[in-house]
């Protein structure tokens, strides 16, 4: 499933229902609007639905994190990710594949960079053009985690999926310091989110174009022989 707009699937179980309604109350009411009986008269359910799936608050925010984690995985298909280290060629023909781009004075990181900066650049502007109300509910449950140590452990797992993967394409990329770098570059990928959504940037969306070049920008800094693939990088937005 490839979800490109903030709404939730028709055909949601009632579980599914029951978190999607907390995250849409999350970004249109904040915490303090999020409630078992609230989520019940969004979701057209008769009162008690709620409370029989999740008798507590904290179950409550727990299974928005969980739904979240899910519609946020699915932002972005693996058909649409570069090719993670298992999956390229090894041995030989890695060692084939190095030699010919010594010979020609480009490393590998010059390649990965578009591929990378393509993936990374799609996914910031589906963010912003259709999902700003799973990154407003986001921002509520990651302050809220800060004041709930059970639920922090929750959201730092859902997040653990998303951030090992860019450490792999990082490490396939060429990177020699894969983790530093990807602190680096989820950092910077949650500062655009936010600037864009709720900080200073909020009044426009940058184009996927322009996402795309800083995105390569900021990998060239990074990866061996990017530097010389920056200025491929400026195709058309969407």
């Known amino acids: 499933m490839n979800a490109r707009d903030d709404h939730a699937p028709s055909s949601a179980s009632r579980p599914q229902l029951i978190a999607d309604t907390a995250l849409r109350l999350l970004a249109e009411r904040g915490m303090r609007g999020l409630t078992h009986r609230a989520v019940d008269e969004a979701a057209g359910l008769p009162q008690g639905s709620t409370s029989n799936l999740a008798r507590t608050r904290a179950a409550l925010l727990e299974a928005a994190v969980g739904r979240l984690a899910e519609r946020e995985a699915a932002v972005l298909t693996p058909e649409e990710l570069p090719l993670p280290q298992r999956d390229r060629p090894s041995g030989a023909e890695t060692e084939a594949a190095a030699g010919a781009g010594a010979a020609s004075g480009v490393a590998a990181g010059g390649a990965e960079v578009p591929a990378l900066a393509e993936a990374l650049s799609l996914a910031l502007h589906r963010y ?37 993967p860019v450490v792999a394409m990082l490490a396939a990329a060429g990177s020699a310091a894969p983790e530093r770098h990807a602190l680096s570059v989820v950092a910077w990928c949650d500062g655009v989110l936010f600037s864009c959504t709720a900080g200073q940037f909020h009044a426009a969306v940058p184009t996927r174009a322009a996402l795309r070049t800083s995105c390569a920008e900021l990998l060239a800094g990074m990866l061996p022989g990017a530097g010389a693939s920056r200025g491929g990088t400026g195709v058309a937005g969407e």
């Open 128 to 164: 912003l053009t259709h999902h700003r109300e799973l990154l407003l509910a986001r921002y509520e449950l990651a302050l809220e985690a800060t004041r709930r140590p059970p639920l922090r452990e929750v959201y730092d797992r859902a997040g653990r999926a998303f951030r090992e």
